[in-house]
C-alpha cells in the first residue's frame, strides 16, 4: 500500500527555520518526481514544490524561491523541506505528494496527512 | 502562469443531487486537467486526470469533461461522503503546478 508520512511541523518564530520530512513506503520511491503541497488556514492548496526522481532538478513557486530548499534520500525513501526565514504567510499544513505520470500526464497521488506550521511570535 | 478559476465557490445540494463544478484555465491547457476531493482533516484525494480518466477505486457517479480552457466535475447523484471540497489542478504548463481556488460542496 501506498504510503506517504509527514514530520517536522510545528510553531516557529518569523524569521526562523523549520525542516520537514515525509517517509515513502509501498512504491520504488526513486521511480518518481516528489512534490509538497502546502494550504494555508482558509485559502486552497499552493504547489511548493518538486524535485526529479534522481533528485538533479528542482522547481520552487516564486513565494518560496530562496527560502526554501527541497531534498531527497532515495537510499531511505525520504523527502524533506528544508525551509529558512519563515514568515507568517508561510503558515500552513504542509503536504508531500507523488507525482503520477503516464502518457505525458501527471497528477499528485498519493498525498500524506499533512504536517502544521505556524509561523509565529 | 496559468490561472484556474472554479465556479461556483460554493454550493448547496440534497443527496441524490446532480451536482457540476466548472474549471476554467487562463490559457489553452489541453486535456492537462485534474481534478481532487478533500474532506476536512483528510489527505487530498485524486478522483480524475487528464480531464475525463477516472482514478482507480474513485465511484462511478464521479465523471469529468473538457479540453482547451473549459472543464466540469459532475458527480450524478450526490452521495453523504461526497460533501467536501474539489480542486482542479492543470499540468499542462509547469512549473508552477496551480490549482483552481476549490468549491465547497455542502448539505442543503
Known amino acids: 500500500q501506498v504510503h506517504l508520512v509527514e514530520s517536522g511541523g510545528g510553531l516557529v518564530k518569523p524569521g526562523g527555520s523549520l525542516r520537514l520530512s515525509c517517509a515513502a513506503s509501498?512504491?520504488?520511491?526513486?521511480?518518481?518526481?516528489m512534490s509538497w503541497i502546502r494550504q494555508a488556514p482558509g485559502k486552497g492548496l499552493e504547489w511548493v514544490s518538486y524535485?526529479?526522481?534522481?533528485?538533479?532538478?528542482?522547481h520552487y513557486a516564486d513565494s518560496v524561491k530562496g527560502r526554501f530548499t527541497i531534498s531527497r534520500d532515495n537510499a531511505n525513501n525520504s523527502l524533506y523541506l528544508q525551509m529558512h526565514s519563515l514568515r507568517a504567510e508561510d503558515t500552513a499544513v504542509y503536504y508531500c505528494?507523488?507525482?503520477?505520470?503516464?502518457?505525458?500526464?501527471?497528477?499528485?497521488?498519493?498525498w500524506g496527512q499533512g504536517t502544521l506550521v505556524t509561523v509565529s511570535s | 502562469d496559468i490561472q484556474m478559476t472554479q465556479s461556483p465557490s460554493s454550493l448547496s445540494a440534497s443527496v441524490g443531487d446532480r451536482v457540476t463544478i466548472t474549471c476554467r484555465a487562463s490559457?489553452?491547457?489541453?486535456?492537462?486537467l485534474n481534478w481532487y476531493q478533500r474532506k476536512p482533516g483528510k489527505a487530498p484525494k485524486l478522483l480524475i486526470f487528464?480531464?475525463?480518466s477516472l482514478q482507480s477505486g474513485v465511484p462511478s457517479r464521479f465523471s469529468g469533461t473538457g479540453s482547451g480552457t473549459d472543464f466540469t466535475l459532475t458527480i450524478s447523484s450526490l452521495q453523504p461522503e461526497d460533501f467536501a471540497t474539489y480542486y482542479c489542478?492543470?499540468?499542462?504548463?509547469?512549473?508552477?503546478?496551480?490549482f483552481g481556488q476549490g468549491t465547497k460542496v455542502e448539505i442543503k
Open positions: 489542478q492543470q499540468s499542462y504548463s509547469t512549473p508552477p503546478e496551480t
Open positions: 524535485i526529479t526522481h534522481s533528485g538533479s532538478t528542482m
Open positions: 490559457q489553452y491547457i489541453s486535456n492537462y
Open positions: 509501498g512504491f520504488t520511491f526513486s521511480d518518481y518526481y
Open positions: 487528464a480531464a475525463s
Open positions: 505528494a507523488r507525482r503520477g505520470y503516464s502518457d505525458g500526464y501527471n497528477w499528485f497521488d498519493p
